[in-house]
């Protein structure tokens, strides 16, 4: 069975791919115990990357589904008896930054300290050197930007910069193949900010315009800050919806 890389549907590829495991898991194809078929297994039944398999298989995972082992693979596992709910988090410019359709032009890389100003904006701490890209995220054919995107990558992976010009999609993918790091939790933050006149510029909006910062920390395996993102989108070009659905465990 393969699944069409082009679908009739707005959702991630991982949350379809996703979608259809459990579906099997729950229809019994994949007894507890059972193993699921490997990634690149999957990748091929799939038409995807092996990133867009990681991201179903982290989805399963957090909805108790299976487990999975480094050298063990991912097995089915028990579920609890309790019904539950599970959150699909799914923004305009997608959470986890697939940013399908929209290039990031970069327009500087460079080693910062952070100050007082950045810490509270970042949550980083006041004296640390981390790695700032920053640039405008536009979708192909727009007439204005998405938003203004800004990463600060832990010194540890500067070596990134190197390659990032020739890079399309989300960098910490990157830090877990290069680096062998992998990410195990993202946090998200959404405020409120009021964009300068220097940023509503290369917006392209009016000084003064309201807008939406979100803020995403990438803790690698070792529980240390990875990456931080910060996304500044103009008020009118950002929608965050959310839907929580019941899984019968």
């Not at 910062?213 to 500044?232: F, G, H, L, P």
Request: proline letters at 4%; charged letters at 25%; one cysteine or more.
């Amino acid at each position: 069975m393969r699944l069409s890389p082009v679908v009739a549907s707005d959702d991630p590829l991982y949350l379809q791919v996703a979608r259809a495991l459990k579906k099997e898991i729950v229809g019994g194809l994949y007894p507890v115990g059972s193993h699921l078929p490997t990634e690149s297994e999957l990748c091929e039944r799939f038409v995807v990357s092996h990133y867009t398999i990681r991201e179903a298989l982290r989805r399963l995972r957090d909805d108790r589904l299976v487990s999975s082992r480094q050298g063990a693979g991912t097995v089915v596992v028990p579920r609890p008896s309790a019904d539950a709910y599970a959150q699909d988090v799914v923004s305009i410019n997608d959470l986890l930054e697939f940013a399908t359709g929209a290039r990031f032009a970069i327009e500087s890389i460079d080693m910062v300290t952070i100050d007082a100003k950045l810490a509270a904006r970042t949550g980083l701490a006041s004296g640390q050197e981390w790695l700032a890209v920053r640039g405008l995220r536009q979708r192909e054919g727009a007439p204005t930007p998405v938003c203004w995107t800004e990463y600060y990558i832990n010194r540890e992976f500067a070596a990134l910069g190197k390659v990032l010009g020739r890079h399309v999609g989300p960098i910490f993918p990157l830090i877990e193949d290069l680096f062998g790091r992998s990410i195990l939790e993202v946090h998200q933050e959404i405020g409120a900010a009021v964009l300068s006149a220097t940023l509503a510029q290369s917006l392209k909006v009016d000084a003064g315009t309201a807008a939406l910062e979100v803020r995403r920390t990438y803790k690698s395996s070792d529980a240390e800050v990875a990456q931080v993102t910060i996304n500044t989108h103009p008020a009118s070009r950002f929608r965050h919806s959310m839907t929580m659905r019941r899984i019968r465990m």
